[in-house]
């Protein structure tokens, strides 16, 4: 924590914060018409909203029976940390996904353009960890930075192919899909360098793995999905 003008302000927040912003600007920039970028500056604040209390239910439930149970409130102190990328990422597809129905618009391409800032978001997440104290390996192994290069090699990739088509199919490849598959990997590679007492396990499995794998399948749903749109089109 900083003090500026003697306002408080949480490096971990305020990071996250830069994160969200700059996923946005990278949205909105990409989009060429007024149209476009009118749509999606709809759809953020719920993503933002969606995100946001999806992250901080997961950790919640995850640290309930050792931390929150003693002291109900703290769930509420998010600038604290806390902040779980799996739950936001389900709290924000969620939240896409009910616009999208609401809306009749249609899903997987907003979501496609929604994603490809997503993993530098994370990124700068991570280095919020760093400034917290979080997120090392068993082995004293630097795991906020591991994932915080493997999520910008994952941007890059997802900034070439959003703009990528096959010319020989004319078939816009997913982003969405690459980004499931493509962080669903990095959390199973990254899962067994955590200490084992800070893993939230499911069944003996860990959960991060649970929601990496499901991440997987979705990034092959999301592929298929749109290779069978492009042949009915």
Request: net charge positive; aromatic share 14%; hydrophobic share 50%.
């Amino acid at each position: 924590m900083i003090e500026i003008l003697g306002i408080k302000v949480y490096l971990y927040g305020l990071l996250i914060g830069i994160g969200i912003w700059l996923a946005i600007e990278i949205a909105l920039v990409r989009k060429k018409t007024q149209a476009e970028k009118k749509l999606l500056e709809k759809v953020f604040p719920w993503v933002v909203l969606g995100g946001i209390v999806g992250a901080r239910l997961y950790h919640v439930i995850d640290f309930w029976a050792r931390y929150y149970s003693f002291d109900p409130i703290k769930m509420f102190y998010v600038w604290e940390g806390g902040l779980g990328i799996w739950g936001a990422i389900a709290g924000g597809v969620m939240a896409v996904y009910i616009y999208c129905l609401t809306k009749k618009l249609n899903f997987l391409k907003v979501l496609d353009d929604l994603i490809v800032g997503v993993p530098l978001a994370q990124a700068i997440g991570r280095v919020g960890n760093r400034v917290n104290g979080e997120l090392f390996g068993k082995n004293g192994e630097p795991l906020f930075a591991y994932e915080a290069v493997l999520n910008l090699i994952l941007f890059v990739i997802l900034v070439y192919i959003s703009g990528f088509r096959v010319k020989a199919r004319n078939d816009r490849i997913p982003t969405a899909g690459v980004y499931f598959l493509g962080y669903g990997l990095i959390r199973i590679f990254l899962e067994g360098m955590r200490p084992e007492e800070i893993i939230w396990k499911i069944g003996g499995i860990p959960t991060a793995v649970i929601f990496g794998v499901v991440a997987i399948i979705t990034g092959v749903w999301i592929a298929t999905a749109r290779k069978n749109s492009n042949r009915r089109s």
